[in-house]
């Protein structure tokens, strides 16, 4: 999934994620992209079996055991651990099985798709995020987006 106005339009009609893996480490790249998406409108949900809690936010041991619908299941695991997770997301009825920079698992894809959800692989949610609303550009970096028209920042719910 690389289409730019696909990436827009998932990051934003979908504005709850569980991020798997979550750490309560600051300096971990899970914990400063939940953050990142914190700061910008989105409800997070840690998902660690470590953890009571996480950035404030009750932390739960696996997908099955949150009580509210989740749209994105951000992946912050092993490639080879990824099938577990997608058949957790089809279950609570995600809509986005997303998996994060270095992460990519198509059986777990192949999987998921069947069953109707989204697959993003090998892409942060916090960068997508950045490069697509977030005004990256105006920090110099080439964000690969060519438009005469500024994005507009995912509507807040």
Same mark, same amino acid.
């Given at each position: 999934?690389?289409?730019? $106005?696909?990436?827009?339009?998932?990051?934003?009609?979908?504005?709850?994620? /569980?991020?798997?893996?979550? $750490?309560?480490? !600051?300096?971990?790249? *899970?914990?400063?992209?939940?953050?990142?998406? &914190?700061?910008?409108?989105?409800?997070?949900?840690?998902?660690?079996? *470590?953890?009571?809690?996480? &950035?404030? @936010?009750?932390?739960?041991?696996?997908? @099955?055991?949150?009580?509210?619908?989740?749209?994105?299941?951000?992946?912050?695991?092993? $490639?080879?651990?990824?099938?577990?997770?997608?058949?957790?997301?089809?279950?609570?009825?995600?809509?986005?099985? !997303?998996?994060?920079?270095?992460?990519?698992?198509?059986? =777990? =894809?192949?999987? =998921?798709?069947?069953?109707?959800?989204?697959?993003?692989?090998?892409?942060?949610?916090?960068?997508?995020?950045?490069? &697509?609303?977030?005004?990256?550009? !105006? /920090?110099?970096?080439?964000?690969?987006?060519? $438009?005469?028209?500024? /994005?507009? =920042?995912?509507? @807040? @719910?």
């Amino acid at each position: 999934m690389d289409d730019i $106005s696909t990436l827009r339009r998932i990051l934003a009609d979908n504005r709850v994620i /569980a991020m798997v893996g979550l $750490s309560a480490h !600051w300096y971990r790249p *899970s914990h400063f992209a939940a953050k990142y998406m &914190l700061d910008h409108g989105y409800r997070v949900i840690p998902v660690n079996p *470590s953890y009571q809690e996480v &950035l404030g @936010r009750k932390c739960y041991p696996t997908l @099955r055991d949150i009580p509210e619908q989740v749209d994105i299941v951000d992946c912050f695991r092993k $490639s080879a651990e990824i099938e577990p997770i997608a058949e957790d997301a089809i279950v609570v009825g995600a809509k986005v099985l !997303w998996m994060q920079i270095g992460v990519i698992n198509e059986a =777990a =894809a192949e999987k =998921a798709r069947k069953a109707g959800l989204e697959v993003v692989m090998n892409r942060c949610v916090k960068i997508e995020y950045a490069r &697509l609303f977030g005004g990256l550009h !105006w /920090a110099g970096v080439n964000t690969g987006v060519i $438009s005469a028209r500024r /994005a507009q =920042a995912a509507e @807040r @719910r």
